[in-house]
T-cell receptor
Framework: EPEVTQTPSHQVTQMGQEVILRCVPI?????FYWYRQILGQKVEFLVS????????KSEIFDDQFSVERPDGSNFTLKIRSTKLEDSAMYFC???????????FGPGTRLTVL | AQTVTQSQPEMSVQEAETVTLSCTYD???????LFWYKQPPSRQMILVIR??????QNATENRFSVNFQKAAKSFSLKISDSQLGDAAMYFC??????????????FGTGTRLTIIP
């Protein structure tokens, strides 16, 4: 069964460094999402992406964040200058259409030191 | 803004027994979707069950069923014949009926379910 995959599973970085989190959505899916979960807190929406543009973003998704679909398979989340408070689990998800079930990846744990 | 509340941070149940996880939500929309997601220790979230607000009939998926009370804005999950593999964090989530730019899921804080052998 097709799955959403994410790499790396764990990323450790120094404050102020740039990180890129990678996701491979399910191949026939058209909508892509990033969510994050700070340890012990709820899962929060960051951004949705369709047809090579952002369709919705939360207030968390400020100028330090960007998303890109550089090729036909990858979907990336870039944080330009990481802060301590960016430490969280980042989940990628995808769906065939906007109203369909969102399938989640296993997550990338980002630790900012 | 929509909010989702799960008032039970932790629950436990004996294997083979039944347990109910609570969820309430707040919205001004009349049509929307509600979901229960399961997040096992491996941390990949899996959809357990989905309810469409315009449907009066409660959704059922094998041992999982919901009690959807639209007027009370309540959406509880019942797990029957609990199994060890049901141990996980369970998240209740809300999403409006689709319109472009409004596909995000709003999650509750989760309920950690422990199954006692």
């Amino acid at each position: 069964e097709p799955e959403v995959t994410q790499t790396p599973s764990h990323q450790v970085t120094q404050m102020g460094q740039e990180v890129i989190l990678r996701c491979v959505p399910i191949s026939n899916h058209l909508y892509f999402y990033w969510y994050r979960q700070i340890l012990g807190q709820k899962v929060e929406f960051l951004v949705s992406f369709y047809n090579n543009e952002i369709s919705e973003k939360s207030e968390i998704f400020d100028d330090q964040f960007s998303v890109e679909r550089p090729d036909g398979s990858n979907f990336t989340l870039k944080i330009r200058s990481t802060k301590l408070e960016d430490s969280a689990m980042y989940f990628c998800a995808s769906s065939v259409q906007g109203w369909d079930e969102q399938f989640f990846g296993p997550g990338t744990r980002l630790t900012v030191l | 803004a929509q909010t989702v509340t799960q008032s039970q941070p932790e629950m436990s149940v004996q294997e083979a027994e039944t347990v109910t996880l609570s969820c309430t939500y707040d919205t001004s929309e009349s049509d929307y979707y509600l979901f229960w997601y399961k997040q096992p220790p491996s941390r990949q979230m899996i959809l357990v069950i989905r309810q469409e607000a315009y449907k009066q009939q409660n959704a059922t998926e094998n041992r999982f069923s919901v009690n959807f009370q639209k007027a009370a804005k309540s959406f509880s999950l019942k797990i029957s014949d609990s199994q060890l593999g049901d141990a996980a964090m369970y998240f209740c989530a809300y999403r409006p009926v689709e319109s472009f730019g409004n596909e995000k899921l709003t999650f509750g804080t989760g309920t950690r379910l422990t199954i006692i052998p």
